[in-house]
C-alpha cells in the first residue's frame, strides 16, 4: 500500500533562516506530487506540483522554492524565511495520468519568529 | 480565486443528528471531492463525485452534485463525536495539460456528545 511520510511535524525558526521540509511517498511509482499552504482558518493554496524527476511548476511567486531530486520525494525550500512564511504545509500525492483525488500527508506546522 | 465555496462556515450539532454542508463553485468540472480534515492534520478524502453523477453514497455520507446550479452537498446522518473536523470541496477543472483542484474554505463540523 501507498503511504506518504512529511518531517517534521512543527518547526519553529527565525525569521532569515533557512527552510527544508521533505515529503516522500512509497508503494507507487511516478507520482504528481504537491506542496499547499493553509492559513489558520483557511483553504489551501497550492503552492507548487510536480510531475515528474525535476519537473517543477510554481503556483504563487513567493519566498520559496521545491525540488524534486528523486521519484518520490518532494523537498520545499526557503533562503531566508519571511514572517508571513508562517503557516501548516502539506504535501500530497496523485496518481500519474488519472490525477484524480489526492493522498496527504500529515503536514508541518511552521511557525516563523 | 477560490472556486469552491462552502457554507456554511461552521456547524454545531448533537450527536446522533443529521449535518449538511453545501459546495457552490463558478465553472464547468470533471469532477468534485470532498475531504475531511482533523484539526492540525492533513486531510483524508471522502468522496468523489464525477460531473456526469448525481450522487454517491459510502456509509454515513451522501453526496449529491447539482451541475446545473454549480453546488454539491454532503450530508453525514447519525452523526458522532468523532466527526468533529473541517470539511472542504474541491473542484477538479482541466485547464489545458494541468489538472489542479480549486479549493473551498470549509465548514467546521463540531459534533456535541
Known amino acids: 500500500s501507498q503511504t506518504i511520510h512529511q518531517w517534521p511535524a512543527t518547526l519553529v525558526q527565525p525569521v532569515g533562516s533557512p527552510l527544508s521540509l521533505e515529503c516522500t511517498v512509497e508503494g507507487t511509482s511516478n507520482p504528481n506530487l504537491y506542496w499547499y499552504r493553509q492559513a489558520a482558518g483557511r483553504g489551501l493554496q497550492l503552492l507548487f506540483y510536480s510531475v515528474g524527476i525535476g519537473q517543477i511548476s510554481s503556483e504563487v511567486p513567493q519566498n520559496l522554492s521545491a525540488s524534486r531530486p528523486q521519484d518520490r520525494q518532494f523537498i520545499l525550500s526557503s533562503k531566508k524565511l519571511l514572517l508571513s512564511d508562517s503557516g501548516f504545509y502539506l504535501c500530497a500525492w496523485s496518481p500519474q495520468g488519472a490525477g484524480e483525488k489526492l493522498f496527504f500527508g500529515s503536514g508541518t506546522q511552521l511557525s516563523v519568529l | 480565486s477560490q472556486q469552491g465555496e462552502e457554507d456554511p462556515q461552521a456547524l454545531s450539532i448533537q450527536e446522533g443528528e443529521n449535518a449538511t454542508m453545501n459546495c457552490s463553485y463558478k465553472t464547468s468540472i470533471n469532477n468534485l471531492q470532498w475531504y475531511r480534515q482533523n484539526s492540525g492534520r492533513g486531510l483524508v478524502h471522502l468522496i468523489l463525485i464525477r460531473s456526469n453523477e448525481r450522487e454517491k453514497h459510502s456509509g454515513r455520507l451522501r453526496v449529491t452534485l447539482d451541475t446545473s446550479k454549480k453546488s454539491s452537498s454532503l450530508l453525514i446522518t447519525a452523526s458522532r463525536a468523532a466527526d468533529t473536523a473541517s470539511y472542504f470541496c474541491?473542484?477538479?477543472?482541466?485547464?489545458?495539460?494541468?489538472?489542479?483542484?480549486?479549493w473551498g474554505l470549509g465548514t467546521s463540523l463540531a459534533v456535541n456528545p
Open positions: 474541491a473542484t477538479d477543472r482541466r485547464a489545458g495539460n494541468n489538472r489542479k483542484l480549486i
